[in-house]
């Protein structure tokens, strides 16, 4: 997968509540959704929508009672209205690939907080027709807090895994690197032998919660991972954890880095685009 173009200018923007520091620190915030072409797509496919860090709650509004509920909870229905404004009216022909961290505390007063993420990825799996992804260094799935959900089959959970969606390869390892006792870390050592058992077999799209730096743009990650993956040289790189001005950066090697952090970019194949305005 390769991208070819991206609209710097949202094709909407969905308000919601961003967690503050203390009680009634909360804020509202607005995700942007930007659409991109890709060089082509499996003839199942119309479109890939790709989104991380939906570290946000609903406004109350759509929260009828108790806590406002998850943004991505609520988000993947929002994505089916907007997308079918653009064209894409069978979200079935639509796959997502989440890069993690879809929680915040219900009360909005913490940042950082973990939490159960299994409603987020399910209601992504009840509105689109494939959903492959990786956790977040926040996310823990179940009532146990497990750091591995048990999901049906058609919620593809990556951490050292690769699926196939539609002839697309995916890959994905998850959580960050970091202290092992912690919630979704491995040691920079076990992290990139992961990575590097998984580029060892061609891939069109590896999806990965932190990820590489982007050193000429000042772009924050890890030197290390870019390292590996500008040896290995998979086509695309989804990530998210870190935050960059910029969507899309090309590195040194020719591999292009998506960070989906806070945003959510849908990819359309450029001849579809064309073919269907
Ligand atoms: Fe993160």
């Known amino acids: 997968m390769r991208v070819v173009s991206i609209d710097y200018k949202p094709i909407a923007e969905v308000c919601f509540l961003n967690a503050g520091r203390g009680a009634g620190g909360y804020y509202e915030d607005r995700l942007p959704i930007l659409s991109a072409e890709l060089q082509e797509l499996p003839s199942g496919l119309d479109a890939v929508i790709a989104t991380a860090d939906l570290q946000g709650r609903a406004r109350f509004q759509k929260s009828q009672s108790g806590p406002p509920r998850l943004l991505g909870e609520v988000l993947p229905k929002i994505l089916t209205e907007v997308v079918a404004t653009i064209g894409l009216s069978n979200p079935d022909r639509i796959a997502v690939l989440l890069a993690g961290d879809f929680y915040t505390v219900p009360a909005l007063d913490k940042r950082g907080g973990s939490g159960d993420v299994s409603s987020v990825w399910q209601s992504f799996g009840r509105s689109f027709g494939a959903v492959a992804g990786v956790a977040g260094n926040h996310d823990t799935f179940g009532p146990n807090q497990e750091t591995r959900p048990r999901f049906p089959k058609q919620l593809r959970f990556l951490d050292g895994d690769r699926t196939s969606i539609e002839g697309i390869r995916v890959a994905g390892i998850g959580g960050i690197i970091g202290n092992p006792t912690r919630l979704q870390r491995r040691t920079e050592q076990e992290y990139l032998e992961v990575l590097e058992s998984l580029l060892l077999e061609p891939l069109d799209v590896l999806v990965m919660h932190d990820g590489p730096d982007a050193p000429s743009c000042g772009f924050k990650g890890s030197s290390a991972v870019r390292e590996v993956i500008e040896r290995y040289q998979p086509p695309l790189v ?40």
């Open 238 to 277: 989804v990530r998210g954890h870190s935050h960059w001005p910029d969507p899309l950066v090309e590195l040194a090697s020719g591999v292009q880095v998506l960070n989906v952090d806070a945003r959510a970019v849908v990819l359309r194949a450029v001849d579809r685009t064309q073919a269907n305005p």
